[in-house]
DNA sequence: CCAGACGTTGTT
DNA sequence: GTCTGG
DNA sequence: CCAGACGTTGTT
DNA sequence: GTCTGG
């Protein structure tokens, strides 16, 4: 599903990985994560106009739709589905207008096991690298007029890899298809597919990564199977 | 995504 | 179960 | 309970 | 996700 992101770099890395120019000294006072959740601030890549170069940017994860006016916040949507989101109403004017890119090192999967509970994966690149989740931003003005960035993560269906885990998995931007991604577009559709189990590594992780209270680089430690 | 709260009525 | 907070 | 909708301005 | 309609 992806509902738990990794994102520990600093800004001057994800921007030297991704090619961007130096970002704003001010993004640095963002904290690392190794357990980020919906709720949470995000460094996400946007490009504002064509021609403009993409920009490294702070934003909230969890779609606030602009409909939501005095609805309560808690329509905040996390993911949205690959499959519908040219039409689908909450989102469709984000996907045409204002995709954005979410640099991260690795995401978390739960695989859910019946009555026994569930077990949580760590999914990432085989080489280590950051990798670039597909999303789509909004400004929603709160109550009391204040503007608040958020941005939704995109699903599709899992890949081989993951979907022993979870029927789906985050939108997956490679590098030569970021540039078109955060264009003017209207409707890259061929960028809504899965990415190929090839190149990815997934493993087990220990349920410390369950409680938000846990974080640090230890979470990422593979953990044998149990039994 | 997961963790944790969930009540202030009216007598099981 | 549903909702909120992180 | 499930199915289906969820914005209409002018692109932040 | 939340809400409405059936």
Redesign the pocket.
């Known amino acids: 599903?992806?509902?738990?992101i990794v994102q520990y770099r600093s800004p001057e890395d994800y921007a030297a990985a991704l090619r961007l120019s130096e970002p704003d000294p001010g993004l640095s006072l963002r904290p690392a994560t190794f357990n980020g959740?919906?709720?949470?601030d995000f460094l996400i890549v946007r490009q504002?106009?064509e021609g403009n170069e993409p920009v490294l940017c702070i934003s909230q994860w969890?779609f606030a739709?602009?409909?939501a006016g005095d609805?309560?916040?808690?329509?905040?949507?996390?993911t949205a589905h690959a499959e519908t989101v040219v039409?689908?109403?909450?989102f469709?004017?984000?996907y045409?207008?204002?995709r954005c890119l979410v640099p991260v090192d690795s995401f978390?999967?739960?695989k859910?096991l019946g009555p026994m509970g569930?077990q949580?994966h760590a999914v990432g690149m085989e080489d280590g690298r950051p990798f670039t989740l597909a999303g789509l931003w909004?400004?929603w003005r709160g109550p009391e007029g204040a503007?608040l960035r958020t941005f939704a993560i995109v699903t599709i269906t899992s890949n081989k890899l993951l979907a022993g885990i979870n029927d789906r998995m985050p939108l997956i931007i490679d590098p030569q298809d970021r540039a078109r991604w955060l264009s003017d577009e209207g409707h890259p559709g061929d960028l809504l597919r899965q990415h190929p189990s090839e190149g990815m590594a997934r493993w087990l992780v220990s349920?410390e990564v369950?409680?938000?209270?846990n974080n640090g680089p230890s979470l990422l430690a593979p953990m044998a199977a149990a039994g």
Do not use: H
Request: charged share 30%.
């Open positions: 599903m992806c509902g738990r959740a919906p709720g949470q504002e106009g969890g739709p602009d409909i609805r309560k916040m808690s329509a905040r949507l996390a039409t689908e109403g909450s469709c004017a984000a045409r207008y204002r978390y999967e739960w859910k569930k949580p909004e400004n503007w349920p369950n409680s938000l209270r």
